[in-house]
Antibody, heavy 118, light 107 residues
Framework: EVQLVQSGAEVKQPGESLRISCKGSGYSITTYWISWVRQMPGKGLEWMGRIDPSDSYTNYSPSFQGHVTISADKSISTAYLQWSSLKASDTAIYYC???????????WGQGTLVTVSS | DIQMTQSPSTLSASVGDRVTITCRASQSISSWLAWYQQKPGKAPKLLIYDASSLESGVPSRFSGSRSGTEFTLTISSLQPDDFATYYCQQYNNYPSTFGGGTKVEIK
């Protein structure tokens, strides 16, 4: 069974750094890209970027380029999303999703709620 | 970026109703469109990909179609489990973009 299991909810202060994770199982993580999708409170879905875990090649949406970093460690089947300096506007649920070659999302993680507040 | 305009934003319907949700792309995306269902507090779930291909395990009451840049998700007979929010996503152009969502409520 394909599963993507994300790390738990986080509460951070503005300016702090953060890395959240997404561990894949039930398939070879090097055969699919992993994307990250943001959902701000009460809002819709926004694609942030993706990574090919086989070689860590990344694509970012222009809206998120430079604000976040996506990485992966294929040896432990895990992808990451990180911030160097959080803002209150980063408060959202972040989903990882297995990404097909044509770039739709067939399996999703359960989501990680990130709350940034002073 | 390609804009995906979903309508309606909210839809009230009864069990057994035929429900249609529309998504219009701001430019041609061929048939590179997916539909997702999201329930409160849960991750989205893939229903349809490539505009009309039913994802494995998804009930056959869900179907998708395309006419030019207009795409339709149809639920042939609404069931209690179908009350949720539905999103379209285009993956023809970078960056991939989603529609604003359609919430299907109980009438």
């Amino acid at each position: 069974e394909v599963q993507l299991v994300q790390s738990g909810a986080e509460v951070k202060q503005p300016g702090e750094s953060l890395r959240i994770s997404c561990k894949g199982s039930g398939y070879s993580i090097t055969t699919y890209w992993i994307s990250w999708v943001r959902q701000m409170p009460g809002k819709g879905l926004e694609w942030m970027g993706r990574i090919d875990p086989s070689d860590s090649y990344t694509n970012y949406s222009p809206s998120f380029q430079g604000h976040v970093t996506i990485s992966a460690d294929k040896s432990i089947s895990t992808a990451y999303l990180q911030w160097s300096s959080l803002k209150a506007s980063d408060t959202a649920i972040y989903y990882c999703a297995r990404t097909t070659v044509t770039t739709f999302f067939d399996y999703w993680g359960q989501g990680t709620l990130v709350t940034v507040s002073s | 970026d390609i804009q995906m305009t979903q309508s309606p934003s909210t839809l009230s319907a009864s069990v057994g109703d035929r429900v249609t949700i529309t998504c219009r792309a701001s430019q041609s995306i061929s048939s590179w469109l997916a539909w997702y269902q999201q329930k409160p507090g849960k991750a989205p779930k893939l229903l349809i990909y490539d505009a009309s291909s039913l994802e494995s395990g998804v009930p056959s009451r869900f179907s998708g179609s395309r006419s030019g840049t207009e795409f339709t998700l149809t639920i042939s007979s609404l069931q209690p489990d179908d009350f949720a929010t539905y999103y379209c996503q285009q993956y023809n152009n970078y960056p991939s973009t989603f529609g604003g969502g359609t919430k299907v409520e109980i009438k």
